[in-house]
């Protein structure tokens, strides 16, 4: 059984940013404006698990989701072990998203090799599937999502785990991930949004929160499969509008629902808006906003 993560989350990368005690306080309201999951990344910041950790202790119905752990951040076992400890700790609360992450986070930073992400990831799965864990565990297997893009790593997340969480991407990525996946995987994909009207502004915002990832290889290859090309990113700081308005919903919460709908009706079973703003605040006005429209 997979956690029941409900069709409509909240991802944020802004957490890292503020004392624990005000991002539990957070999701404390996001739980009261019925959001039913918050998803965290893993970068440089705070361990994703210790994290989980204090969000679900702070709450009693949301979910927690990691959006993604790093695989080699970790070895399987202790993947695994930070799973089920988790899940028996939280019944039904805690699901946990993997993913290779890029070549620069893990070469350069970590010192491991990416020569075969895919093959590691495989190899990854079947080790965590038979991790020794000595200890008191969920009644239920809690499932996992990978981190998916590529048709390749698709077809992994739905024979091998549980479904996928594509990142930075498109309802029409959306629809080519269910054709693979087929109908039974889950499908939680991300979903960038700017809840601001002026085109300029709007356009400004999120063209600053996509640069960091048009770094990464990983992102570029997906979008020449979706029709983008190098004219797209003359360079990672000036995405062309139409790039711009692919990745990010923006607007009036109605009409960033309406691209949430578009995931919905293309096979997702998940949506999570990420909201992306000029500073590194907590977005709770527009999380309210959106909750209006959306929960």
């Known amino acids: ?59 009693s119905r949301l979910r927690l989701a990691t959006g993604i752990a790093n695989i080699y951040a970790r070895d ?51 080790a965590m599937r038979t991790a020794m864990f000595a200890a008191v565990g969920p009644v239920d297997d809690p499932g996992l999502v990978l981190a998916a893009l590529g048709p390749k790593m698709l077809e992994l997340a739905a024979t091998s785990g549980s ?42 915002i999120g063209r600053a929160g996509m640069a960091v990832y048009l770094r990464a290889p990983n992102y570029l290859n997906n979008l020449r499969t979706l029709g983008f090309d190098d004219a797209d990113w003359a360079d990672h700081q000036h995405a062309s509008d139409r790039l711009v308005d692919a990745i990010v919903a923006w607007g009036s919460p109605e009409a960033i629902a309406d691209r949430v709908a578009q995931h919905h009706q293309a096979g997702a079973d998940h949506v999570c808006v990420q909201v992306l703003q000029s500073d590194v605040s907590l977005p709770m006005e527009q999380w309210r906003k959106l909750a209006r429209v959306l929960v």
């Open 1 to 59: 059984m997979t956690v029941d993560i409900g069709r409509i989350g909240v991802w944020s990368g802004v957490f890292d940013a503020h004392p624990t005690s005000a991002v539990q306080e957070a999701c404390r309201e996001l739980e009261g404006l019925g959001y039913s999951t918050v998803w965290l990344p893993e970068a440089v910041g705070r361990d994703p698990f210790v994290a989980a950790a204090t969000c679900l202790a702070a709450t």
């Open 76 to 126: 399987p076992m202790t993947m695994a072990a930070c799973q089920r400890t988790l899940g028996e700790a939280f019944p039904d609360r805690f699901l946990l998203g993997i993913g290779v992450s890029h070549q620069h986070l893990v070469e350069r930073l970590r010192k491991h090799d990416y020569s075969k992400p895919l093959s590691y990831m495989r190899d990854y799965l079947e």
């Open 163 to 204: 479904g996928a969480h594509p990142y930075f991407t498109t309802p029409e990525h959306t629809v080519r991930a269910r054709q693979i996946m087929g109908p039974d995987a889950l499908l939680a994909p991300e979903q960038m949004v700017v809840v601001e009207t002026d085109p300029d502004v709007a356009r400004a």
